[in-house]
């Protein structure tokens, strides 16, 4: 009898623990339950609709964080979907509807180093610190006698999301073919020297130093020396003098390479651009 007591004694008390349990695991789903619509954060219905039609690169080139802040801030009104160069055309339509903004054409761009420096560019001095542009750049504005040189050290190759950037002779270069546009190398640059230049573009300045043209030739074998010979060969007036540097005009430049042929250091270079990149072929931008 005693067993048997002591046997209903300790099933009662597994029984009472039990239900002590099953009734605090009951409370605890009440409460997460009740806290959760308490505190519950609303999504912008608008920002889960644009971030679905972005392209997800995260690649910083819009100026935020990644694609659901610039979605917040399109969704705010604070943002230009022309910012985002990776979405394709297709899925800025659907944003622009979303925005209630209509689009205009907008030609396809490809990055370039408007550099030609590299180991043209002489050394002030021997850098051996951290193997970064950033980190050299800190270093009395890095170690090149040019003060616009590429610093060679892949800043840009390294947050390239397409792999379309390579650094050969300590002289960062893009492959256009590869390149998205997207900005990040722009935004990785400490030295400020990448631009986006129109896909149908025949040639670009790679030089980005505004210094006169004796300056430039003391520091660089291949710099611009500001002698203006582009500007004043070229046949279609596409070219002026801005900061002793030529600036295109694409809307001009019919790609004769007269400026290529004139240029005594070599630093209007021609691209190999595709047939099929023409003005009229683009993506599309937004415009409120």
């Keep these: 009898m005693n067993l048997l007591a002591n046997a209903v004694e300790t099933l009662k008390t597994v029984g009472i623990v039990a239900g002590i349990f099953a009734g605090a695991a009951l409370l605890i789903g009440i409460l997460i339950l009740v806290v959760a619509k308490v505190f519950k954060v609303n999504v912008d219905e608008k920002v889960t609709n644009i971030l679905s039609h972005l392209a997800g690169a995260n690649c910083g080139g819009c100026g935020c964080s990644g694609c659901s802040g610039f979605a917040a801030k399109l969704a705010s009104g604070e943002g230009d979907l022309s910012a985002c160069h990776v979405t394709s055309p297709e899925d800025k339509e659907e944003i622009a509807k979303i925005l209630g903004v209509t689009l205009t054409k907008e030609e396809r761009t490809v990055a370039v180093v408007k550099c030609n420096g590299g180991e043209n560019c002489g050394d ?7 193997p970064t542009c950033a980190a050299c750049n800190s270093v009395l504005g890095g170690n090149k006698l040019c003060s616009y040189a590429c ?4 800043d840009c190759k390294d947050v390239c999301p397409e ?3 390579s650094v050969e002779g300590k002289l960062s270069k893009v492959d256009p073919d590869r390149c998205v546009s997207c900005g990040a190398c722009i935004s990785a640059c400490p030295k400020g020297i990448i631009e986006r230049i129109p896909a149908s573009a025949p040639v670009y300045v790679a030089c980005s130093s505004k210094c006169k043209g004796k300056e430039v030739a003391s520091a660089c074998k291949a710099g611009c020396i500001a002698c203006g010979l582009c500007a004043k060969s070229c046949p279609h007036g596409a070219i002026t003098m801005q900061d002793n540097l030529p600036v295109f005009d694409y809307s001009k430049c019919t790609g004769c390479l007269t400026c290529v042929a004139k240029c005594p250091k070599k630093v209007i270079i021609k ?3 595709a047939a099929s990149e023409s003005p009229e072929k683009g993506e599309t931008a937004a415009q409120a």
């Design 124 to 130: 002030k001095f021997v850098y051996n610190g951290n």
């Design 151 to 154: 610093l060679g050290c892949g």
């Design 271 to 273: 691209r190999d651009v």
């Design 163 to 165: 792999a379309a950037i």
